[in-house]
């Protein structure tokens, strides 16, 4: 399965960007997607994830109210809104998609996508 990230680039403080996560499978509706982040110097974390059936969504606290995740099964995308952004949010934007359970999770990751918010 490959994933792709899409949508990212340079932003002035306040502004909104949309992400977009694409992925190379007919079961598309089966998968977990989440965002994750990487800022230089610091370790990858998480940002938002939604179920495969799109009906839970989860954040981390310093993004709630300004960013949304949602998908499209029917276009095997899932979109990550982000407003309101903030110099803090700088950083390379990773998809992850995981299907399964238990021992049989599996993951994949995307190459990421940059976003660089100026302040």
């Known amino acids: 399965v490959q994933v792709v990230e899409s949508g990212g680039g340079l932003v002035q403080s306040g502004e909104s960007l949309r992400l977009s996560c694409t992925a190379s499978?007919?079961?598309?509706?089966?998968?977990?997607i989440s965002w994750h982040r990487q800022a230089p110097g610091k370790e990858r974390e998480f940002v938002a994830s939604?179920?495969?059936?799109?009906?839970?969504?989860n954040y981390r606290d310093s993004v709630k109210g300004r960013f949304t995740i949602s998908r499209d099964n029917a276009q095997n995308t899932v979109y990550l809104q982000m407003n309101s952004l903030k110099s803090e949010d700088t950083a390379v934007y990773y998809c992850?998609?995981?299907?399964?359970?238990?021992?049989?999770?599996?993951?994949?990751w995307g190459q990421g996508t940059q976003v660089t918010v100026s302040s």
């Open positions: 992850k998609a995981a299907v399964g359970s238990g021992w049989s999770r599996t993951s994949y």
């Open positions: 499978t007919f079961s598309f509706s089966r998968y977990d």
């Open positions: 939604i179920t495969s059936a799109g009906d839970s969504t």
